[in-house]
């Protein structure tokens, strides 16, 4: 017998030298360093160099601690968006920074002080700062190359950093700005104040956590009322912060609530009555109860408006003490006093509340600056001097001094240690934080200005402003109509000075541009150590003396810093191509009450207007289970560690493709998924590579000249496409990694690869219809290749590499120029029907090769209900059968579901077809024939 041919070797298997293992671990690095030796980023501004520019100003990180997750999807987005723009071919340059001063550094620099049992005030402020400034590089140095191991591409030899002698100098101008158009003052105002690291606080810096705190009531006897009965009874007052009724200085009342008198049959409190809300009587009674353990029964008469309490006088609980505690307490009429809880009666302490400081103001009484910065009493404050931390809650206890000296007075009805709330707290020490009265310098919010005020401008702005996802305008907006004066200082070592000279006896500071000018160029020489005492007298000239102006010492709030980024960074010239205002800001939704309001109120206050056309935000990444990320928790994922076992392509996937605008998660699991999906990406990839070994121009078809098939494929990535051009104007990631991974898992491997592998195998080299597939693939590659770079930025060189090794990066290159193809809606509509159909006839031969009668689909014989109204012009049943690779497709009437047999017909050697021709397995078909013929000739 005859031994049949080995026909593998005439068949034309893709061929490549791309791995299907991807090694992004060790593949990556040394990528990286190819684009750093080459210059890349430098390559790139050339190429683009005359475009229109597309600027994403960078948000300045914090010089503090090693890259986490959130810092890796913010920057890949950040460079998501450089990176399209680019590839669209704008101009997009990407200068990252770092924020580099304030509290933070200067905590972990004092932190290093206490382990050496140091104090960092007997430190020189000079030394000190030094070494803040070195803390600071150590960190900017090691995030940037965490960064810069994500794939970021960016000016990363010329970062901005605040702490630059240049930014320095400029925010101190912008500051100069603010007070020679009159827009600073300085006030005493009551501000988020930390004990812990005795400076004030942005809001931005303080997050909320539920604790538990004592809570009081306290009666104030009135002594005197416009409403006699009220002569003798008692106001009663509930506060969860006992350590503000050593600073009582009035009562509010609500001028809509009803009040009404109540009395108990207590004997420790026979004979009292109590002022109170109508409302409130039930909540104060289950108070009492708790209080003396016994019920209470608590009756009422009378039925008081607020409004018909003004002139009423009451007394402090501890006034036997004499001085301030023997003052009177009025009562005042408070707007924000509610029946929501309490008693319908709040004290005003001006020292430690907003309400309370504006309400007191209004009417004359001010602050006493009782509580310290640490936190304790003044040391001359009756019995509390040198007393505190006022956050301590053993401080507060019911058993603490303050509750045991209101007791012992008689003014302590009820006490426990038990309310549960959210309070203020600082997100660098956790510690509590209170709000305290100090002198501090603002920039006043309402203060009339060409223009309008500071906030009427910041509100233009919001609306002049594109904001995605769109629901940020309405956030942003709410708190800058709500948000008080700016308050810019801070009482630090590690920062900008607020360089300003005070007359001292006029209280005013001086506005002399000539003075100002010489202060800037200081800083612009020596950086913010320049602003010293033994250098007044050179700023001030010889037209001012020293001795009679105060050289103010505090420095500047951070979020000042940063909001000035956009001033040196955009306008400076350092880096010419950047240019004023941005295009973009883009940051985590948080940033709406830090750096995109900083950035919207320093920009509106010196330029009037933001400094920004669009603000993009971020959710933040939670874990698989959606709960916040803690090291205490265990639930961290750390992007350097994925990156050591998946690669940085893997992280990249990760986060575009993630609803970013929500909140979202991370976890093994997930990433798993994400590496499922990579492979996917990367084996359609490696199967163009392959698929197109060889190819030339020589062999390419015009469109008109190509099979209907062909023509489909090149209409779906047209749509694609614009799909892609749509994702990418929006900045909708989620939806542009989305329609290119099932572009290529959908219609490209599970479809068009599948049905044209055999013409790629089988046919003839120089086949029209191979050909034309060829061609095809060659645009799929140059157009995927460029798809894929700024989302896979590592595997796309590997890609383009693989095929073009002297083709320079695949980054240089421009949106995918695509061959016009005529189509309309009907043409797709009639593909997509015979997609449906082959979904249905592959469903119909699934069974049958679960169970064993057939052993692939070129087995199967199918019958089909006559489709020729779907067909058209594609109407040859063979066509039909290589769209379904199954041996043959006949077209009856009558039949509803496509039906499935085995074919008699006998399998080609080469193709294995099963078809007619063929008289016995492995003797070859006509086709086959034909190739193997020519081959053998050639």
Known sequence: MTEKRDYRSTVFLPKTDFPMKAGLPQKEPGILARWQEQGLYQKLREARAGRKKFILHDGPPYANGDMHIGHALNHILKDMVVRTQSLLGEDAPYVPGWDCHGLPIEWKVEEQYRKKKLNKDEVDPV??????????????????????????????????????????????????????????????????????????????????????????????????????????????????????????????????????????????????????????????????????????????????????????????????????FAKPRPFLPGDF????????????????????????????????????????YRADWAWLGGEGSVINPKFNAPDGP?????????????????????????????????????????????????????????????????WVPAKGENRIRSMVEGRPDWVLSRQRAWGVPITLFVNRKTGQYLCDPAVNARIIAGVRENGVDAWSEDRAQEYLGRDYKAEDFERVTDILDVWFDSGCTHVFTLESGRWPGMQWPADLYLEGSDQHRGWFQSSLLESCGTRGRAPYKAVLTHGFTMDAKGMKMSKSLGNTIDPLKVMETNGADIIRLWALSVDYTEDHRIGDEILKGVADQYRKLRNTFRYLLGALDGFSDAEKVAVEAMPELERYVLALLAKRDATLRQATQDFDFNTYVRALTDFCNEDLSAFFFDIRKDSLYCDAADDPKRMAYRTVLDTLFHALVRYAAPVLVFTAEEVWGTRYPEGGSVHLLEWPELPVIDFDNAFLAKWSELRGLRGQVTEAIEPLRRDKTLGSSLEAEVRLSDISAILGDYDQTDCLAELFITSDVQLVQGTDAPSVTRTANHKCGRCWRHLPEVSEDGDLCSRCDNVVAGMDAA
């Open 402 to 466: 303050i509750c045991t000296a209101l007791r012992e007075a008689g003014g302590l009805l009820a006490a426990s240690a038990d309310y549960k709330h959210s309070y203020p707290h600082s997100w660098r020490s956790k510690a509590k934080v209170i709000f305290r009265c100090t002198p501090q310098w603002f920039v006043p919010m309402d203060k009339a200005q060409d223009g309008g005020t500071l906030r009427d401008k910041a509100l233009k702005a919001i609306s002049d402003t594109r």
């Open 127 to 324: 030394e000190f700062r030094a070494e803040c400034r070195a803390y600071a590089k150590g960190w900017v140095d090691r995030q940037r190359e965490q960064l810069k191991r994500l794939g970021i591409n960016g000016d990363w030899d010329n970062p901005y950093l605040t702490m630059d002698f240049q930014a320095e100098a400029t925010i101190v101008s912008e500051l100069l700005k603010f007070a020679e158009s009159g827009q600073l003052y300085r006030g005493a105002k009551p501000v988020m104040w930390s004990p812990v690291e005795k400076t004030a606080l942005a809001e931005a810096e303080v997050e909320y956590e539920d604790i538990v705190s004592t809570q009081i009531d306290v009666a104030f006897e009135i002594t005197e009322s416009p409403i006699a009965e009220l002569v003798g009874a008692y106001a009663v007052i509930w506060t969860t912060t006992p350590w503000t009724i050593p600073v009582n200085q009035a009562l509010a009342y609500g001028p809509e609530v009803r009040y009404g008198l109540v009395e108990t049959d207590v004997p420790e409190l026979a004979g009292k009555k109590f002022l109170i809300a109508r409302q409130l009587v039930t909540e104060f009674n289950r108070r009492l109860d708790a209080a003396f353990g016994r019920t209470v029964l608590l009756t009422g008469d009378g039925n008081f408006a607020g409004s018909d309490l003004a002139g009423t006088i009451a007394r402090h609980p501890m006034h036997h003490l004499g001085g301030f």
């Open 337 to 376: 006093v509610t029946t929501e809880s309490g008693t319908g009666l709040v004290h005003m302490a001006p020292d430690h509340g907003e309400d309370d400081f504006d309400l007191c103001k209004a009417h004359g009484i001010e602050p006493v600056f009782a509580v310290e910065g640490d936190g304790k």
